[in-house]
């Protein structure tokens, strides 16, 4: 009778503690994981070659740090595009904000910052601290095509601008993908004159002829950026990218060279 009693107690503990444990197991199955473990996350360095500045004929080389956060609920963190939020309006419709840095422009070589000492006169162009709204449609296997427009926060008599533009996946394998992307620059009256207009002060400094720039479209951008996987977690990024400006920034004095190159190679870690 002792035995059966026993036996009873042992098997009841165990199917209560069976079911604990199960109850357990299925709720931390049913909690969504911490906002940092469901983040996707890429750490990278590498280099990379630009002009000097908007439509210069010199290139200098400069470092490419990359840090990427996306996380679950819309927050982001991009070393390129600053920090934000996405919003999903619907299956196919979303919309960013963001705040992020734009750093000027120098009138010297001076180190790793934009500038030309081809532009001695012109003076600078302090950096700004830019806030950026953005909406988008997804185009299913086309890609998407978003509209950013950045308002300077700082600094705000540089003027406003804005970038339309397409990004597509034009092959994705295991190991290899394949992006391009096409868009067009547009600028206001205070922006484009900015960047590509020359005062009658600047003129007087620089020795380049006096030049208004409207608002208006200013530039044309096209690039394409392979990833090779070398394994889950370590891969490697190469853009090579294309700036042709047109219009009212085409006619600027100080646009030594109409088309511009720019391009990189990074080493990245994901988790």
């Known amino acids: 009778m002792k035995h059966q009693i026993k036996s009873i107690i042992v098997v009841t503990l165990y199917c209560t503690l069976a079911s604990r444990m199960a109850s357990a197991e299925q709720l931390a199955q049913a909690q969504p994981k911490a906002p940092l473990q469901a983040s996707q996350i890429t750490l990278g360095l590498g280099a990379g070659a630009m002009p000097r500045y ?37 299956d196919m419709l979303f919309a960013t904000t ?35 709204v953005g909406a988008g449609i997804k185009l299913g296997r086309i890609g998407t095509f978003t509209i950013d427009v950045s308002q300077p926060v700082s600094n705000r008599e540089r003027g406003l ?52 720039a409207d608002s208006g479209l200013n530039a044309l951008n096209s690039s394409v950026t392979w990833t090779h996987n070398l394994s889950k977690t370590w891969s490697v990024s190469t853009m090579l990218g294309v700036t042709h400006y047109v219009q009212k920034a085409a006619s600027s004095p100080i646009v030594l060279a109409k088309t511009n190159y720019s391009g990189f190679t990074t080493i990245n870690y994901s988790f």
């Open 161 to 212: 601008s804005a970038v339309a533009q397409l990004n597509s996946t034009v092959l994705s394998l295991t190991k290899d993908r394949v992006e391009i992307s096409g868009g067009v620059s547009f600028g206001s009256a205070k922006y484009n004159q900015t960047y590509f207009g020359v005062s009658a002060i600047q003129s007087r400094n620089s020795g380049y002829a006096k030049y208004k």
């Open 98 to 132: 963001a705040i992020s840095y734009d750093p000027g422009r120098k009138d010297s070589n001076d180190g790793l910052e934009p500038g030309s000492a081809k532009l001695k006169g012109m003076g600078e162009i302090k950096g700004s601290v830019l806030a950026k």
């Open 54 to 90: 908007a439509g210069s004929d010199e290139y200098r080389a400069v470092p490419v740090p990359v840090l990427n956060i996306v996380t679950p609920s819309g927050f982001f963190f991009d070393s390129s595009q600053g920090a934000g939020y996405r919003f999903d309006l619907s």
